[in-house]
């Protein structure tokens, strides 16, 4: 666009330097390189307005350091602006999901539960990511969301300091709110991805996506890259302490990857510190976390590429269900949230595992097509409470930046039915989405 | 449970069928299939370019080629979000460019040179200065010589001309001659290659850089790897054998493995035809 308003300054400046008051609305569309033409010709349009005499009084050599004195300003008013970079994207949807015991699942990190609706239009996602980018020193960043019915919120506001000296910056340190550096799926831009929504453990796990501190992110050789963060501990979504640290120690996490362009794996671990929030002494526990990652991208004659994703962690961690179980909730009659008599505390936190294997194949450039499998266990030494999910997506890209998608998603977990056995309950949701990237 | 996923996975299959048959009554053929060729990119490769569409059409009735400029920035941007078949670039695509690629089309793309460029150094023909190594390119550039004096020429400051940003030719500059670090504040950034030749051949005090095909009005001044080292010109001659210091290729980028319309054109421009026309043009075959 810019390409576009850097010519059309410049007429409308050569109008205003020759003192026709008119605009050159065939001019604006000659190109940059065709300035001098533009001046050349500035006398005959100076005649046919009846102002030759004013012109023929100034020197031509003085005009025209004028005019270049003008376009150096305005040179370094467009310089400057363009240092601001805008982009974005909306996200509207409409579900249809099958509904048990009058309730509907809502798509989101996490899912949420709300009175029968079966069928809905929804905004999951609006959101506006604006970056200032002063390379190759720096660049401040600050990306807001207005979609899924909430007020509009921050999500991303950092700061990334960069290595100057090479073209491509080798190594960055960001302070501030990001995306936490957890494997794979977490740093990949909801516009970008092929299935409506992350997998299950990292909506879980990762509340959010997003949490506060630093990183240092380098590549210290052309295929390893590393990063180190130290950040809050516990996400921007999360329930208790969306934006403070209870614990005086910080929670540490590092990845590893090595790129090979058509292979790329990588190893990440988290350690930390969760409070459980109880009137009286709040118990803190261990939050650990591992994970491992392999993508694989290939070519497929006549269709175009594809790729076979994976991720698979484990850890232990502070199971919401388990806490539950574990604490007495506040009464009228007796307002402290405790433990109940004979809770270890140590249980409170449960070993988890969860992974997913994802295929995207893209059909020609403007049709792609996802499945995935992913699995959730919050923890391992209990039956029934694990979390299955099939997902199922197809995409029609229309001129680049426009994409339609339709999405069928099958989760599968165990509900008790009340005679001694399990039930899948019935919460299938079909997803039409259209999105705008700009 | 598995009696539940067999039911929704049923329930799912008329969705995959659907879309299955739907894709071709889309037309999941290529979108160059009906609007021709469309390639957007370094303004360096502009005139080239369309000197091989215009000579391709010819040959080739009824096929169509379209083409933009915008800088390389600007065509790697346009492969990357789909509204370009093919991207001219006359430098190579970074890392983060090829991994914004992978993560829409699960490609890093190929890459196809399609010629030669020596970058010219052009002053005005006014200029005493005949040559320059490239360690003094480099000062002047980064502001650190700012008088022609200091190489030779008058007592006179120096006004550099360079591109902008989104140009390949600038990211090439600003690689291989100033090692990565910013060009001066008091270089002034022009939008096209012919503008920075526009602007040198009026200025008597002026240096610019670009194609070497553009250098019309101006002069191209001799380069050298160094201090005591022959400063050559960028001929025909110097460019193949790589004693001129500024010698580059020139890419087209296509998402993935040439088919159809755009293997067609591209086998073209790389055939003795395409080559000879863009060493008519003032570049450099590759062989």
């Known amino acids: 666009m810019e390409d576009r308003v850097l010519p059309l300054l410049i007429a409308a400046l050569l109008t205003l330097a020759a003192g026709a008051p008119v605009a050159f609305a065939q001019d604006a569309a000659v190109p940059p390189d065709s300035t001098v033409d533009v001046i050349d010709s500035l006398d005959v349009e100076d005649a046919d307005l009846g102002v030759a005499d004013e012109a023929e009084e100034i020197d031509p050599a003085l005009r025209l350091d004028g005019i270049d004195e003008q376009l150096q300003t305005l040179q370094g008013e467009v310089d400057r602006l363009k240092k601001f970079k805008f982009s974005g994207y909306i996200q509207v949807r409409y579900d249809v999901a099958e509904a048990d015991a009058d309730t509907v699942k809502v798509a989101g990190s996490p899912a949420t539960i709300t009175p029968a609706n079966q069928e809905r239009f929804y905004l999951r996602r609006a959101r506006f990511k604006l970056t200032y980018d002063h390379s190759p020193w720096s660049q401040a960043v600050l990306t807001i969301d207005a979609g899924a019915d909430r007020q509009a919120r921050m999500l991303d506001g950092y700061i990334a300091l960069t290595e100057p000296r090479t073209p491509e910056p080798r190594h960055q340190l960001w302070v501030g709110q990001f995306n936490t550096p957890f494997g794979y799926e977490i740093e990949r831009s909801s516009s970008l991805r092929e299935l409506p929504e992350r997998s299950r453990m990292e909506n879980v796990l990762f509340p959010g996506e997003r949490d506060r501190g630093l990183k240092v992110q380098s590549l210290w050789a052309e295929r390893f890259e590393a990063t180190v963060a130290v950040i809050n501990g516990g996400g921007t979504g999360s329930a208790e302490f969306p934006i403070t640290d209870p614990t005086r120690g910080k929670d540490v996490l590092g990845r590893v990857r090595a790129l090979y362009g058509t292979i790329d794996v990588g190893v990440s671990a988290y350690g930390g510190k969760a409070t459980v929030p109880l009137t009286g002494p709040d118990v803190q526990l261990d939050r650990t976390r591992f994970g491992g990652e392999a993508q694989a991208y290939y070519q497929l004659p006549k269709f175009g590429g594809g790729s076979l994703r994976g991720e698979y962690w484990a850890g232990h961690n502070v199971n919401s ?118 | 449970m598995r009696s539940i996923l067999r039911s929704t996975a049923l329930r799912a299959l008329p969705l995959v069928g659907a879309l299955a048959c739907a894709l071709p009554a889309l037309g999941v053929t290529p979108a160059h299939a009906a609007r021709g060729v469309t390639l957007k990119g370094s303004d360096t490769m502009v005139i080239l370019a369309q000197r091989w569409a215009e000579m391709y059409m010819k040959a080739n009735h009824g096929k169509i080629v379209q083409v933009t400029g915008g800088g390389s920035g600007t065509g790697i941007a346009a492969l990357i979000n789909g509204t370009t078949d093919i991207c001219m670039a006359s430098r190579e695509m970074k890392n983060a460019e090829k991994t914004k690629l992978r993560d829409r089309f699960q490609t890093m793309g190929v890459e196809i040179p399609v010629a030669k460029d020596g970058l010219a150094v052009y002053v005005h023909a006014s200029n005493p200065v005949k040559s320059l190594d490239l360690d003094q390119l480099r000062r002047i550039y980064l502001g650190e010589l700012t008088n022609w004096k200091a190489v030779g020429g008058p007592d006179a400051l120096i006004t550099v001309y360079g591109r902008e940003n989104s140009s390949g030719t600038y990211v090439y500059f600003k690689d291989h001659i100033l090692k990565g670090k910013d060009f001066s504040p008091r270089t002034q950034t022009l939008p096209g290659t012919a503008a920075v030749v526009n602007a040198v051949a009026k200025d008597a005090n002026g240096i610019g850089y670009g194609g070497a095909a553009y250098a019309k009005g101006v002069r191209d001044l001799a380069l050298s790897f160094g201090a005591g080292k022959p400063a050559v010109l960028p001929t025909a001659a110097t460019v193949a054998d790589g004693s001129y210091p500024l010698t580059r290729y020139l890419f087209f980028y296509v998402r993935n493995k040439p088919a159809g319309d755009i293997k067609l054109f591209t086998d073209w421009v790389v055939s003795p035809e395409g080559q000879a026309l863009a060493t008519k043009v003032g570049y450099f075959p590759l062989k």
Do not use: C
């Open chain 1, 321 to 438: 269900d388990s806490t539950k179980a574990n604490i007495v909730s506040p009464t009228t009659a007796n307002p402290v949230t405790l433990l109940r008599p004979g809770t270890n505390p140590n249980n409170l936190a449960t070993d988890f595992a969860g992974y997913y294997v994802m295929w995207v194949q893209n059909l020609t450039e403007s049709y792609q097509v996802a499945a995935r499998y992913d699995r959730y266990d919050p923890n391992v030494d209990v039956e029934h409470d694990q979390y299955e999910r099939w997902n199922v997506a197809a995409h029609w890209f229309y001129q680049g930046l426009t994409r339609l998608t339709v999405s069928y998603e099958i989760p599968i977990t165990d509900r008790a039915d009340g005679a001694g056995g399990y039930v899948d309950p019935k919460d299938n949701l079909w997803t039409l989405e259209l999105q705008h990237t700009f």
